[in-house]
């Protein structure tokens, strides 16, 4: 355990499992060698000393704003898996049966996501399509990594969800501006959370959204 905790420093007080390290480490491997053929995450970030922060804690610090009372998380871009995947491992792993619908629309990271789904037995549902175009969603929590801007998010999840339980974005060095700038036409509930793996970073968690009129 302590070999592998050593390649997640960051984590050592979350009470983070073994099993979960040790799927973070197969999702790795997987991530790596697909990220040869398509692009997933950028060759930069793909590499052993950065992707485990940059990409796999980076995602997993949200997990204490995930409700798990509900039945389906929302990752509304998922992507490469990020955070989707991360959560669903996390959740596999304390034995909770949330499912995650993870939404791409193309076809090449889809089926990647279904493949990591499978191999690693996670309960998800990969959902190819334009999450613009889907309709009277449900969800509990629904969460975003490097998707669209504040703004567009909110309109998308005002528009396109019936229903949610709350919103968890990621926010960068300019987060504090577009916030400000946003707070002018949108009001919301907001907790922010300091990002563990970057100075310049925050997490939002975001309930009751409406649009100001």
């Not at 491992?89 to 990591?116: C, D, G, P, Q, W």
């Amino acid at each position: 355990m302590e070999e592998i905790l050593k390649k997640y420093p960051l984590l050592k007080s979350k009470n983070v499992s073994r099993e979960t390290l040790i799927d973070f480490e197969s999702f790795i491997s997987m991530l790596q060698k697909r990220n040869e053929e398509i692009n997933l995450i950028s060759k930069e970030t793909a590499k052993n000393k950065v992707i485990r922060e940059r990409h796999i804690v980076d995602s997993a610090q949200i997990i204490e704003f995930v409700d798990l009372n509900n039945s389906i998380i929302s990752d509304i871009g998922s992507g490469g898996g990020m955070p989707g995947i991360i959560i669903s491992i996390m959740i596999k792993n304390s034995k909770n049966t949330t499912k995650v619908n993870l939404y791409e629309k193309s076809h090449h990271k889809s089926a990647f996501l279904r493949k990591v789904s499978r191999d690693l037995k996670l309960n998800t549902e990969v959902i190819q399509e334009n999450i613009f175009e889907a309709q009277n969603l449900e969800s509990g929590t629904i969460i975003a990594r490097a998707f669209k801007p504040l703004p567009v998010v909110l309109d998308l999840v005002c528009k396109n969800f019936n229903s949610y339980k709350n919103l968890i974005l990621f926010m960068g060095k300019n987060g504090e501006i577009v916030l400000e700038e946003t707070l002018k036409k949108w009001d919301f509930d907001f907790e922010k959370k300091k990002s563990i793996t970057s100075e310049d970073s925050f997490l939002l968690n975001i309930k009751n959204i409406k649009k100001k009129i």
